[in-house]
Structures are given as C-alpha cells and as structure tokens.
C-alpha cells in the first residue's frame, strides 16, 4: 500500500489554485513517478467560503479561514505557504517549522528579508524548506543550483526573473512605444500590478537574485546591501541607439563570484542581441549559470502564473514528501551547503565593480559640446570606445549624444557624470546604463 502524505495549503490564490490543479489533475503521474499518496488534507484561505463552485477545492476534506488549523493538525506533514508578504507568513512558517513541519513557500519576498532566521529553525528543527516556486516561476532552477550544479564551483548566475518588467521592455522595442504608454497597457493586461513599483524597480528581481546568489556561492546574501535599479528611466531613445549597436536592453539581474568578495546587482543592462538572453521575451524567464566545469547553461521558461508556479510548488511537496515517506528528516540542507548560514562573503560596492556603459547626455547642438563632454570623461581616466551623435534639425537644439565606454570603475563614471550634469550645455540629467558583453 502506498505511504500516505499529508499536506495542508495556507492560501489559495493564484498559485494556491494552482497548486491544486498540478496535483489533481497529474495524481496518477505522481503516484507511479512516486509510489506515494500525496494527499491535500486542508486548505486555508481568509475567503475561502467564496469558492463555492471550486471543482477542485471540493475533493479538499477540509476547509477553513484560519492557518494555524493547518499548523496544528497532527497528520499533516508538509505546510504550503502561499499568502505572501512579510509578517503573517513568517509567523506561519516558524510555527509550522517549530511543530516539526516541512515547509513550502513561493514567498521570495520573506526569504530575501527573513530567510536567516526562518533557514536556521530549519535546521534546527531537522525540517526542510522548499522554495523552487520563489524564483522564475515553472522554471526549475534551486534544485538544480542545490543539487544538479552541486560538483561545480558557480562562477556567474545572471537572468531575466521579472516577467513584468521584461514584457515592458520588448514592447518598447518590437512597438516604438515608451515607458509610460506599455505599462498602462501591461496593467489593463493583467501583466502589472495596480502598483507596479516592485517589479520596475527592480526589487521583485532584487528578492530573487539574493535567493540564487546564496544558494550559488554558499553564502547568505544581505538584501538590503544589493544594488537595484529599475527601468522607469528607459527612454524610447535608448532602445532605438541599443540596436544602432547591435543590442537590447534587459533588466538583469547579476551575480559574480570573486577570490574575496561577491557582486550582486540589479540593472537595465545593455547586451548583444546575439547573446541568449537577449532571445529572452514577452513575460518569460531565463537564468543562466556559469560553473567552473560544465561552463554556461541556460534555464528558460514561464516565470509566473498560477499552473507554472503551482508546478514548482507541487515539485517541492513531491521532494519532501519522497523524504518523509524514506524516514528520513531531509536530504538536500535547505540552501544546498552545510555550514552555518550567514554571511561569509562581502558584496562589492557598485562603485567599485568594472563595466563599460552607456552614456546618453542631453546636450545642445553647439560647436565645442562634444569636445567639453569628452574632455571631463578624459579627466576622470574613462576610455570612449564610440560615440553617436543624432543629426538635430536646426542649430542650437538640444539633442541625444551617446558614449560608449571601455571598462572602466563605476565611482569614475559616476564622479564624471556628476561633473557633466551641471555643464551649460547639458539640459537634462544623464542616462547610464551598464553593459555586458561587449568588452
């Protein structure tokens, strides 16, 4: 007879429905993949009598507003967290943990903020946490970070993990469109949120990164310290100079692994459109992970939605559930090394990190500007590499002129551009942007 496995869900929203559907609809698949009974006990949801004509939540036994009956209950073995945000969900999850619970949870948010705490009462506690669905979506990549890329030292994770802001940016340049005008349409769509903030401005990218640089350099990641910047400054005029140089603009999300220190940054970010990032668009993913034996490899998918993030959550509770049904507590440590978690790497100031970039100045068109605008990057030690002018109209107008620089220190550019800014032939403030790739 099949071992029974209990599991009980605390929230049933988008990816809780989800999870369930993933579940139901393969029960036969995971039985023969497993030999187990994964049984859904409970499910909790604040709203949960307004999913009367729910088809799947009706084969649910049990059904309730409060969380802590699924904590509580005895016969469940694995808690799904799924409410998100920071304070409820953390008390959830370390009661959970405190009652000798696995736990999973699709909350990167939480993990990027709290996961110090909530990764040692695991450990303590000899249970594990499964959080494959907190980053990009479908797309297995923690497993394969923690287990699969387990022989290799990673030198490099970059990636595409914010649908939103991706699909934003591959309209602005298969449409001609701006900003403004793609994220109006994004959250008449459904693909932005009413507030959109943490997705332009880099922090849903920021949560995820610091998730995937932990598990890659064996090291936890201090959020706070990460460099994001967003994509709200992207002009249609960047776009179109990036493919006069044979390039996109991506947000990306970066991580680097050095001798004695780590970098791990948030940006819009030039690259070749030859790279395979570049390849990456619309509302999907991509991470790609460079080890010191099998070299690059690439993980592409869908990075949200209810069906591909409940997948990666059903993958976690099929994990656990192998565990607990071998009697054993856990077999992977919860972030994929077995020292203590904190802090064993300092991260790179980004001031300090080597780039070449992309510098749109606002000058107007006059004899001398060019000459006055180079003049200052000289001074600061910063190598031209290109330099595009836009043919004005008339004489005197203001118009875009672009740098392209060699490597070189971000606190030059930075101290060179603070000089520019308050030239009198510079009318708005400068665009930079990093690059990749190309040097």
Do not use: W
């Not at 706070?224 to 947000?251: H, M, N, P, R, W």
């Amino acid at each position: 007879m099949a071992k029974q496995v209990n599991v009980g869900i605390i929230g049933y929203g988008t990816v809780g429905q989800g999870t369930l559907k993933n579940l139901f609809s393969n029960t036969n698949s995971i039985a023969v993949k497993t030999g187990l009974d994964i049984t859904v006990k409970t499910v909790a949801d604040l709203k949960i009598e307004e999913f009367t004509s729910d088809e799947l939540l009706e084969k649910v036994p049990v059904k309730t507003t409060n969380g802590m009956d699924v904590i509580n209950d005895p016969e469940i073995d694995i808690v799904v967290e799924l409410i998100g945000g920071y304070n409820v969900a953390r008390e959830f999850i370390l009661a959970a943990i405190n009652n000798r619970k696995h736990v999973v949870t699709a909350n990167k948010a939480l993990l990027a903020v709290h996961g110090a705490e909530l990764f040692k009462a695991a450990q303590d506690n000899g249970v594990n946490i499964g959080f494959e669905a907190a980053v990009a979506g479908g797309i297995p990549i923690i497993r394969v970070l923690k287990e699969d890329l387990a022989a290799n030292r990673i030198l490099e994770i970059s990636g595409i993990i914010n649908g939103t802001a991706n699909y934003i940016l591959t309209r602005m340049e298969t449409e001609g469109k701006e900003f403004h005008e793609v994220l109006a349409d994004a959250q008449e769509l459904g693909y932005a949120e009413a507030d959109p903030t943490f997705d332009v401005e880099g922090q849903d990218t920021a949560h995820k990164i610091a998730l995937l640089a932990s598990i890659g350099f064996a090291t936890l990641v201090p959020f706070e310290k990460i460099y994001v910047e967003g994509i709200t400054s992207i002009k249609q005029v960047d776009i179109q100079f990036a493919k006069k140089l044979g390039c996109k603009i991506k947000l990306l999300a970066i991580a680097k692994r050095h001798d004695d220190d780590i970098e791990v940054r948030v940006h819009p970010t030039i690259i070749p459109e030859t790279e395979l990032l570049a390849q990456v668009g619309d509302v999907f993913n991509a991470v790609q992970v460079k080890g010191n034996m099998v070299g690059d490899t690439m993980h592409y998918g869908r990075g949200a939605g209810g069906e591909p993030t409940g997948s990666a959550v059903a993958g976690d509770i099929i994990s656990i559930a192998r565990d607990v049904a071998a009697g054993g507590d856990k077999r992977v440590p919860v972030l994929g090394f077995t020292k203590e978690y904190t802090y064993y790497f300092p991260l790179r100031d980004i001031k300090e990190i080597e780039s070449s970039f992309y510098l749109r100045f606002s000058a107007v068109d006059q004899p001398g500007s060019m000459a006055e605008i180079a003049g200052i990057l000289s001074k600061y030690g910063i190598s031209i590499s290109q330099a595009i002018q836009s043919t004005p109209q008339n004489t005197g107008e203001v118009v875009p002129l672009v740098f392209m620089t060699h490597l070189t220190e971000g606190s030059k550019v930075m101290n060179a551009v603070e000089e520019i800014n308050n030239l009198g032939v510079v009318r708005d403030k400068t665009v930079v942007i990093r690059v990749e790739g190309l040097d």
